[in-house]
């Protein structure tokens, strides 16, 4: 059972720049494929990125598209997301989910179903 805890939210200007950070416990990170999803409110919660297990692959929402990304640090058990030229529509929960993939896959995932572990969300608040 993975534990995973977000941290990194904060206040931001538009134009600024912020990176959330994902540690995941329980078992080695390189067993893990990630990704980063969002809600703002009233709104469904959204995908953002993914990257599979070893870092060689990783998907982006087109509305974060060459403005965001998503890297892992096996060895500090952790997840991150750079975030850069940031837009009042960034503002949002911030959520980071894990799973282990089936084994010799380049396996991302997109879709909330996909991802069994769940964070409990960083806020990210970018005023204009």
């Known amino acids: 059972q993975a534990q995973i805890v977000e941290s990194g939210g904060r206040f931001v200007q538009a134009g600024g720049s912020l990176r959330l950070s994902c540690a995941v416990s329980?078992?080695?990170?390189?067993?893990?494929?990630a990704g980063w999803f969002r809600q703002a409110p009233g709104k469904a919660r959204e995908f953002v990125a993914s990257i599979n297990r070893n870092g060689t692959r990783t998907v982006y929402a087109d509305s974060v598209k060459g403005r965001f990304t998503v890297s892992r640090d096996d060895a500090k058990n952790t997840i991150y997301l750079q975030m850069t030229s940031l837009k009042p529509e960034d503002t949002a929960i911030y959520y980071c989910?894990?799973?282990?993939?089936?084994?010799?896959?380049?396996?991302?995932?997109?879709?909330?179903?996909?991802?069994?572990?769940w964070g409990q969300g960083t806020q990210v608040t970018v005023s204009s």
């Open positions: 989910a894990a799973n282990v993939p089936p084994s010799g896959t380049n396996w991302v995932g997109v879709t909330e179903r996909q991802y069994h572990y």
């Open positions: 329980a078992r080695p990170l390189s067993d893990y494929a």
